[in-house]
């Protein structure tokens, strides 16, 4: 127990708790852990605490020193959540308020901007921009946040008046329901954070147009994170018969057939993504060439290998099949499952295109997984390309999380 607890502006925390008259809270590390916090990685474990107050209010920010009284960082607390702290500055003169808050995600967009991303983008990437468990998806004129840890959601008000400062948005909508919030107190909510407006918008992406459920579609509403790896498939769907599983709205169906493939069946199992991706369709006016099903994939791509049915490509980017390293096996299952099947499923040179979103599966685990699907299916495969997700969802090296999307394209023969 410690940590000198001294009275200090008290702007900041007024801000935060509106009647709380805050601590200047210090928190000592233990002498032996890991590297990982000195690396760059911003969060800090209850285990790895030597000294700290067990008064201080959640959400509080702490200043974080090394069990010699070095300096590490600033950051937000929760002693209710397993991840104690996570740090939102290493920098001891930075004050975190207001401006903070607008100065990071003016950053943020600086950045974007800089990377060529103008309309749509991946704004805020929480632990890769240096604001943990923030993530802010920009659709144009349109923002969907998530705060998914309570030290940044007490910032609420601060991060909305930046994105307005800035942006000068349209709208904006959180979309808080997400379970991983109830780790750290807190309940799972979606609402308007601007005044109402129709949830249901359009996006441009690579000169094609698609609906976005902001309110009730899957995470944000747009997986934005495949955006460049769509236009990865441009030169082999030319004239091919392709089939997509785990389609969702039917964005990598779009793009194939926008890039001349002969025809196109995407399937879901989701009713309302199917739904969803027939407007996509439509809105393009490409139906004639893209179809969709409601299936669940597991079943048709064993029936239809089992039936000899064969395509020129097949493209499979399903949800993350765990959550946790404890299931860690039932997703390597479930990946070489659908890839054995894609692959029978394809005409000799055809290809593959398939992804993994859990970082729990890593890059070298994957391409483990994709060769033993190919020797149980007995073909030969050539990597056409491997990269991950889109350069609006930095990659921080010792930050695994941020290095979470695996996109392949193999050549099956
Ligand atoms: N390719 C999409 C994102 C896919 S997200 C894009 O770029 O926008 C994963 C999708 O898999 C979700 O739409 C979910 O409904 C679907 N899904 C989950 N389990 C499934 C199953 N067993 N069969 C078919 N689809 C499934």
Redesign the pocket.
């Known amino acids: 127990m410690s940590g000198s607890l001294g009275l200090e502006t008290t702007k900041n925390y007024f801000i935060l708790f509106g009647y709380f008259a805050g601590f200047m809270a210090n928190v000592y590390l233990k002498r032996k852990i890991s590297n990982r916090v000195v690396n760059g990685h911003p969060w800090i474990f209850n285990n790895e605490v030597e000294k700290w107050d067990h008064n201080i209010p959640a959400g509080e920010i702490v200043d974080v020193y090394t069990f010699d009284k070095k300096f590490v960082g600033k950051g937000y607390i929760n002693p209710v959540s397993r991840i104690l702290i996570r740090l939102l500055t290493r920098n001891k003169t930075e004050e975190i308020n207001e401006n903070f808050f607008l100065q990071r995600i003016r950053q943020c967009w600086e950045y974007r901007k800089k990377l060529g991303y103008s309309e749509n983008c991946r704004l805020v990437f929480g632990e890769a921009d240096s604001l943990p468990q923030l993530i802010i998806d920009k659709f144009n004129d349109y923002f969907v946040i998530q705060t998914l840890a309570l030290g940044i959601d007490a910032w609420k008000p601060s991060i909305v008046n930046a994105l307005n400062n800035i942006f000068q948005p349209k709208g904006i909508f959180e979309r808080n329901d997400v379970p991983v919030r109830e780790l750290e107190g807190l309940p799972q909510q979606k609402g308007f954070l601007s005044p109402s407006f129709n949830t249901q918008i359009i996006i441009w992406e690579n000169g094609l147009q698609f609906n976005v459920d902001i309110e009730n579609g ?2 944000t509403g ?2 934005l ?2 955006q460049d ?2 236009r990865h498939i441009q030169h082999i769907v030319k004239g091919a018969e392709v089939l ?10 779009i793009h194939a057939a926008y890039f001349g493939a002969k025809s196109v069946l995407g ?4 009713e309302n ?1 199917i739904l969803q991706a027939r407007k996509n369709a439509e809105l393009n006016e490409l139906q004639n060439i893209c179809h969709f099903e409601t ?6 791509l064993k029936q239809w290998s089992n039936d000899g049915k064969k395509y020129d490509v097949v ?1 499979l ?3 993350a099949f765990t959550k946790s390293r404890d299931t860690i096996q039932k997703a390597i299952t479930g990946y070489k499952e659908i890839n054995l099947r894609g692959m029978k499923l394809l005409k000799p040179g055809g290809f593959l295109v398939t ?1 993994s ?1 859990t970082n729990l599966v890593d890059q070298k685990l994957f391409l483990q997984i994709i060769d033993m699907a190919a020797k149980d299916a007995r073909k030969k495969i050539r990597q056409v390309t491997f990269q991950t997700q889109s350069a609006d969802h930095p990659v921080i090296h010792g930050i695994e999380s941020t290095m979470y999307l695996k996109f392949l394209i193999v050549e099956v023969s």
């Open positions: 899957q995470k747009y997986f994170d495949q790896n769509r997509g599983a785990f389609t969702y709205t039917g964005t990598f169906e399937i879901d199992i989701s993504a299936a669940n994939a597991f079943d048709v493209m980017d399903p949800p992804s979103c």
